[in-house]
């Protein structure tokens, strides 16, 4: 099972922002999640259909700011296109217990991946074989 962690980003010493491009991927038509990291300006998210500000600017975006993490940012895209770039500013990430307990999760399913191998499997120079 992969697992797919987005590295934080430190808040910045000299108070500038980081800026950030994520690639979007559309089903149906559009796209509801959460933007990888947090304290995002939202007057800086500007949604296209090509990266680097290029293409079309999708004007059909929702910004929700969640009650219980003020912090993050849940987007609502529709879009005819396939994929689009949404581009935001922000000063740094929070981190939060989801990102402990995904951590946590994705170590002890290694574990017990690894537990699994050696019970059921012999570990050779680096590959499995199961007997």
């Known amino acids: 099972m992969p697992?797919?962690?987005?590295?934080?980003?430190?808040?910045?010493?000299?108070?500038?922002h980081y800026v950030v491009?994520?690639?979007v991927k559309m089903t149906g038509g559009s796209y509801v999640?959460?933007?990888?990291?947090?304290?995002i300006l939202e007057s800086t998210i500007r949604v296209y259909?090509?990266?680097k500000y290029t293409d079309s600017l999708v004007k059909d975006v929702v910004v929700s700011i969640p009650a219980?993490?003020?912090?993050?940012?849940?987007v609502k895209i529709?879009?005819?296109a396939d994929e689009v770039y949404v581009t935001y500013e922000t000063p740094g990430d929070v981190v939060e217990a989801?990102?402990?307990?995904?951590?946590?999760?994705?170590?002890?399913a290694t574990q017990k991946e690894i537990e699994d191998y050696r019970t059921n499997g012999v570990v050779d120079g680096g590959s499995f074989i199961g007997e």
Do not use: C, M
Request: net charge negative; no cysteine.
């Open 98 to 108: 989801d990102d402990i307990n995904g951590l946590q999760e994705s170590l002890a």
């Open 33 to 39: 999640g959460f933007l990888a990291h947090d304290n």
């Open 78 to 80: 529709f879009s005819t």
């Open 49 to 51: 259909t090509g990266s």
């Open 3 to 16: 697992y797919h962690f987005v590295p934080k980003l430190n808040a910045k010493t000299d108070g500038s």
């Open 21 to 23: 491009e994520e690639r």
């Open 68 to 74: 219980e993490t003020p912090w993050r940012r849940q």
